[in-house]
């Protein structure tokens, strides 16, 4: 397990994000990290593989020749995190060394999915009781657009919130340490009910989404969950596009939206969703605006 302090930052506020790619900081909640990161607080993001799954292009490839052809894909990767890194104000990173499993099944033992659950759980354990942080995100249940990486690293970041406070639990692994908030990333699912209208009406197949077209829209639209937790990200919208930007090989320029009016921008881009998983809001109406809302610090 790498991890890399890339500034001190003395807070008493601390936020780990756990997922599984590169790009998954700053496609995701990348606003909200930049938001609270230029607010003092400690952010944190746990990555636990190098994103070597895809397709890139050759040219892209050319600085890591030197690596055997299986690494090179990662070795840019983790490039691309570190400048996103960077433009975020992440106070570190830590990557858990396991390999993208892709969208389709792997036998590859490397791969995430094929990672032994306990193992991964233990050395997230250990992160959290080092790190101490009063709240964590991850993906949703279904991993956002059913990713087989995204659905293994919720539960096991899951499990890991609960287990870091059992002094029980991987004893070895240091003090107990319980953070007090569980939040999965989140979007606003009545948008894509509205994109599952139009694609056919343009000759799109919602099923075959995406740059690799192995994305399908409408499983998406089933997994709906609550949004407990707002986030303004709009001031903050530059710096997450320009971490996007630093993922080339993801084409994370898009997420500039170059050409459209600000208003259309703010619309799609000004607010972060989140659920709130733990504790869970029990028929709670009151929607939060800060993740850091009734945490003791």
Not at 113 to 120: F, L
Not at 142 to 153: A, E, N, S
Not at 273 to 287: D, I, M, S, W
Request: proline share 8%; net charge negative.
């Amino acid at each position: 397990m790498d991890s890399i302090t890339l500034r001190r930052v003395e807070s008493q506020k601390r936020l780990m994000l756990i997922f599984a790619h590169p790009d998954d900081e700053s496609f995701g909640p990348g606003g909200t990290i930049a938001k609270y990161a230029a607010e003092g607080v400690a952010v944190h993001y746990v990555c636990a593989t190098r994103g070597e799954a895809g397709t890139v292009e050759p040219k892209l490839l050319e600085p890591f020749g030197r690596l055997a052809e299986d690494e090179r894909t990662g070795a840019l990767r983790e490039n691309e995190l570190h400048c996103a890194s960077g433009k975020l104000g992440l106070a570190g990173l830590h990557f858990l060394g396991y390999r993208d499993s892709g969208m389709a099944s792997t036998d590859d033992p490397r791969a995430l999915v094929n990672a032994d659950p306990d193992e991964v759980v233990r050395r997230l354990v250990q992160l959290i009781r080092d790190i101490k942080p009063q709240v964590v995100v991850t993906n949703d249940p279904f991993g956002g657009y059913g990713h087989p990486d995204h659905i293994f690293i919720h539960h096991r970041a899951t499990e890991a919130f609960h287990a870091a406070g059992d002094p029980a639990r991987y004893p070895e692994s240091g003090a107990p340490h319980r953070p007090q908030k569980l939040y999965w990333t989140a979007f606003p699912r009545r948008w894509l009910k509205l994109v599952l209208r139009l694609m056919p009406l343009v000759g799109r197949d919602p099923a075959k989404f995406g740059r690799n077209h192995d994305v399908d829209l409408r499983q998406i639209a089933l997994h709906d969950y609550p949004v407990t937790t707002r986030i303004d990200v709009w001031p903050y919208y530059p710096i997450k596009a320009e971490a996007a930007a630093c993922h080339h090989s993801q084409d994370g320029s898009a997420m500039q939206l170059k050409g459209w009016p600000g208003a259309a921008k703010r619309l799609l881009l000004g607010v972060e969703l989140f659920t709130r998983a733990e504790p869970p809001p029990n028929g709670e109406r009151h929607t939060e605006s800060d993740l850091f809302e009734g945490v003791d610090e």
